[in-house]
């Protein structure tokens, strides 16, 4: 692969984010690329109303989004009822707003703000229209970026107030600012002045800036001049990583900046759990889906000991796709050849999974070890009646 190739493919893939994505960085939050029309964006809110039989108009909070039978629901956290807190994923196709795919939160998934990045389609005094989705902006509310709201890219934090969401922060930019926006993580490989290049690419960076030594794991954040240029706005010089984990993330505090991984090695399906700590400037990426608890992940850093590291890159490789944590029912004598049974914890999710066992499926322990009675978290593929085939099971500590 030539290096114009390559370049251009980072450009693409590498995750592309507003500035207030970069002040809350490892929220669990995704942006996406904004540079279309039309772009889809993520939120959550409160179901207020549900058809009968699922398919149809859907109100999330203050906002109608159309679920078909093309829509992916997964309500292996509870069911579809109103008052229950749902993950809405859609797009707005001929003034309709219709739902790619809907997830319903459990209890402990309930964030305290919401999300929501979009196009600014009508500004009605305090009300805001994003991509269909009605925003509150108050006195308090902090706009940033130096532009007319009205045709923007906005990206919002905010909190509700029964179904209203409210504004809290609004970055505003302009649709081809962000889809010039990019954000990696490479190596240093050349300074020429105020050039250094960074996995190949050229980045403008300002003389007061002193380069640090090559080879070192550099995190750029800037806009993109062409497929070989990159204006920096923000750079981050890490540590050299002397570790690279793959996992699954089992556990998170609060916070999220310390993490349980349960890695996983080829060829083996007993891992191991490392502490992993991710400092304020750490740079996630969550192309493929959000860091939380159940997703395989990548993780580049330091050791600090054995069983503990501190992150300088971190990329989701696989998102959840089904996700839950119960006790152990049953175990056949053959774990193999029919499934477990696990009864769900989630006192909004009563009834029994039945998981299916896989040589692949990554365990914290020989699953020799695993016993009636023990309180489990799984995370897998759900299929089509309803089981799940586990790509990872763990003791559960919640």
Excluded at 344 to 371: H, L, M, N
Aim: hydrophobic share 40%; net charge neutral; aromatic share 6%.
């Amino acid at each position: 692969m030539n290096v114009r190739t390559r370049i251009s493919i980072s450009l693409l893939l590498l995750a592309l984010t507003l500035a207030l994505g970069i002040m809350l960085a490892r929220q669990p939050t995704f942006i996406s690329l904004a540079g279309e029309d039309q772009p889809p964006y993520e939120f959550v809110a409160p179901i207020v109303a549900i058809p009968n039989g699922s398919v149809g108009i859907w109100q999330v909070g203050q906002t109608d989004v159309e679920v078909t039978s093309k829509t992916a629901i997964d309500t292996t956290a509870g069911p579809a009822r109103p008052g229950a807190w749902a993950w809405i994923k859609a797009v707005s196709s001929q003034g309709i707003l219709r739902a790619l795919a809907v997830r319903i939160l459990a209890q402990d998934e309930v964030p305290p703000y919401v999300d929501v990045h979009g196009i600014v389609r009508k500004v009605s005094g305090d009300t805001w229209i994003i991509s269909g989705r009605q925003v509150r902006v108050h006195p308090g509310t902090r706009i940033l970026g130096n532009r007319s709201p009205q045709g923007s890219v906005a990206t919002v934090r905010g909190h509700m107030e029964g179904t209203t969401l409210v504004a809290d922060i609004i970055m505003l930019s302009s649709p081809a600012e962000e889809a010039n926006r990019v954000e990696f993580l490479g190596r240093l490989e050349e300074v020429r002045g105020t050039t250094w290049v960074v996995d190949g690419i050229e980045i403008e960076v300002p003389q007061t800036v002193k380069a640090p030594p090559i080879g070192t794991l550099v995190g750029v954040r800037g806009q993109a001049k062409d497929t070989s240029r990159v204006r920096a706005e923000e750079l981050m010089v890490q540590q050299a990583p002397n570790t690279f984990l793959e996992g699954w993330l089992i556990d998170a505090n609060a916070d999220k900046r310390v993490w349980r991984i349960l890695t996983s090695e080829q060829g083996k399906n007993t891992g191991r759990e490392v502490r992993v700590s991710l400092p304020a400037n750490v740079p996630v990426d969550e192309r493929v889906g959000l860091a939380r608890v159940g997703a395989r992940v990548e993780v580049i850093g330091a050791s600090l000991d054995g069983e503990s590291v501190e992150a300088s890159f971190v990329r989701v490789l696989e998102a959840r796709q089904a996700y839950f944590t119960g006790v152990l029912v049953y175990i056949p004598e053959d774990p193999y050849a029919f499934p477990w049974t696990i009864e769900k914890a989630s006192p909004q999710s009563e009834g029994t999974i039945r998981v299916w066992v896989r040589s692949t499926t990554v365990f914290d322990r020989p699953i020799s070890e695993y016993r009636l009675g023990d309180r489990v978290a799984v995370s897998g593929v759900r299929g089509d009646d309803g089981t799940i085939i586990a790509r990872m099971i763990s003791h559960s500590k919640r």
